[in-house]
């Protein structure tokens, strides 16, 4: 990927009780980490399409108006991960920091309080990205921050596409992003998240692991994933390094932990 300058004619969008307008701007994608952004306003190239996996699996948990209603509850978040959220959220958290300094992009949004408390960490000079492909996810984001963090700006692209430039961020954090994206899809949105980070930095993933054989949750696990999220499962076959580019993969460094039992896994990828 070019690290040249991409320049793009961008939307802003404004919701309303009834539809969102899109507003065109122009503006140099390049240094999006480092632009200074009105309050949560929402900007995006002019083309983002939804993918079809995920109008076809996820439009119930993403896509439908309902959806943010339903799952945007602290309670259900954290049951869906059987109690540990918090303990998963703050594992992502502490790899970045007591304090977290620099550039920091997060690779899609959270159901949840994710991204309050990764702003509540940022220094008074930090800046956060955060990008998500559906246009209803940003609009919860940027109602949950309600206008109190400035220094986030949110952004409408998809992973595997992402409109920053080579380098540009000192961290990188996918909060159970990899589980929800085909294998392809996936490959690319790794590439890209390595693609963006700057030598030296870090990216974090947080995200489903293959059990131990003695977690009885393996076995509640199995009918769940295949039902609801089917490429959840290449996690138990594959290791998130396996999706490292060959041209990455010499340099480097992977650090992995495990928790409860072996269902979840932080992943840090050092380059």
């Known amino acids: 990927m070019s690290s040249q300058p991409a320049t793009a004619a961008l939307v802003r969008l404004r919701s309303s009780d009834k539809d969102m307008v899109l507003e065109p701007v122009s503006t140099d994608v390049e240094n999006a980490a ?3 952004e009105p309050d949560q306003e929402i900007s995006a190239p002019a083309q983002v399409p939804l993918p079809a996996y995920l109008q076809q699996v996820y439009w119930w948990a993403y896509l439908h108006p309902a959806a943010v209603r339903v799952f945007e509850r602290q309670w259900l978040v954290n049951l869906i991960l059987w109690g540990n959220f918090a303990q998963l959220r703050d594992v992502a958290l502490d790899e970045m920091g007591a304090t977290i300094d620099g550039n920091i992009l997060q690779v899609a949004c959270v159901y949840g309080d994710f991204t309050e408390r990764l702003a509540q960490r940022l220094a008074p000079t930090a ?3 955060v990008v998500d492909v559906a246009p209803v996810q940003l609009e919860n984001l940027k109602a949950k921050l309600d206008g109190g963090a400035p220094r986030i700006a949110l952004h409408h692209q998809d992973s595997s596409n992402l409109h920053f430039a ?10 159970f992003l990899l589980h929800e994206q085909p294998e ?6 790794v590439a890209q998240a390595l ?10 993933f947080v995200d489903y692991h293959r059990p131990q054989l003695s977690n009885p949750f ?17 996690l138990w076959r594959k290791e998130i390094a396996e999706w490292i580019p060959e041209e990455r ?6 650090k992995k932990e495990t ?6 896994q932080k992943v840090v990828i050092t380059l």
């Open 34 to 36: 480092h632009r200074q």
């Open 127 to 129: 800046r956060l990205d």
């Open 166 to 175: 080579d380098a540009s961020y000192d961290c990188v954090v996918l909060f």
């Open 184 to 189: 392809e899809v996936r490959a690319q949105t």
């Open 195 to 204: 693609r963006v980070v700057k030598p030296g930095g870090k990216v974090i």
């Open 218 to 234: 393996r076995y509640v696990m199995v009918p769940i994933l295949t039902t609801l999220e089917p490429f959840a499962m290449d």
């Open 249 to 254: 993969a010499r340099t480097a460094t992977v």
């Open 259 to 264: 928790f409860f039992g072996g269902l979840y």
